[in-house]
C-alpha cells in the first residue's frame, strides 16, 4: 500500500539541472530536476555510501560526487559498474507539494 508524504514544496524543489537533498520520515532521498521534471532516488550511492544529493546532474542520471558513480534517475541503474542500482521512489505533485511514496 502507497504511504504518500510531503517531501517539500514545489518552491523548495531544486531548479533544472540540479540536485539536493531532503529526509522524510527517517528516509534519506535524493530530489533531481532533469528537464523540469523531478524525480526521487535513495540518497545513498551504494559504492561508499556518498551522498548523491550533494552530486549533479549529467544526462539523466544523478552523479555522486564522492567517486563519480552515475545513477539513471528514472530506473535507479548505474551507467558503470553494471548491475548497481538504487531505489527509486514514485514521486508526484499535488498543487505547491511534492510528495513521494516511501513504502
Same mark, same amino acid.
Given at each position: 500500500?502507497?504511504?504518500?508524504? *510531503?517531501?517539500?514544496?514545489?518552491?523548495?524543489? @531544486?531548479?533544472?539541472? *540540479?540536485?539536493?537533498?531532503?529526509?522524510?520520515?527517517?528516509?534519506?532521498?535524493?530530489?533531481?530536476?532533469?528537464?523540469?521534471?523531478?524525480?526521487?532516488?535513495?540518497?545513498?550511492? @551504494?559504492?561508499?555510501? =556518498?551522498?548523491? =544529493?550533494? =552530486?549533479?546532474?549529467?544526462?539523466?542520471?544523478?552523479?555522486?560526487?564522492?567517486?563519480?558513480?552515475?545513477?539513471?534517475?528514472?530506473?535507479?541503474?548505474?551507467?558503470?559498474?553494471?548491475?548497481? *542500482?538504487?531505489?527509486?521512489? @514514485?514521486? *508526484?505533485?499535488?498543487?505547491?507539494?511534492?510528495?513521494?511514496?516511501?513504502?
Amino acid at each position: 500500500m502507497a504511504q504518500w508524504v *510531503r517531501l517539500c514544496g514545489v518552491a523548495e524543489a @531544486p531548479p533544472v539541472g *540540479r540536485v539536493m537533498e531532503a529526509e522524510v520520515e527517517g528516509v534519506a532521498i535524493c530530489l533531481a530536476n532533469v528537464n523540469g521534471e523531478l524525480s526521487a532516488l535513495d540518497n545513498v550511492c @551504494p559504492h561508499r555510501q =556518498g551522498p548523491l =544529493g550533494q =552530486g549533479w546532474i549529467e544526462g539523466e542520471a544523478v552523479v555522486c560526487p564522492w567517486h563519480s558513480w552515475a545513477f539513471n534517475v528514472k530506473t535507479g541503474l548505474a551507467e558503470y559498474p553494471a548491475d548497481e *542500482r538504487v531505489e527509486v521512489f @514514485p514521486l *508526484r505533485v499535488e498543487g505547491e507539494d511534492v510528495l513521494v511514496d516511501i513504502e
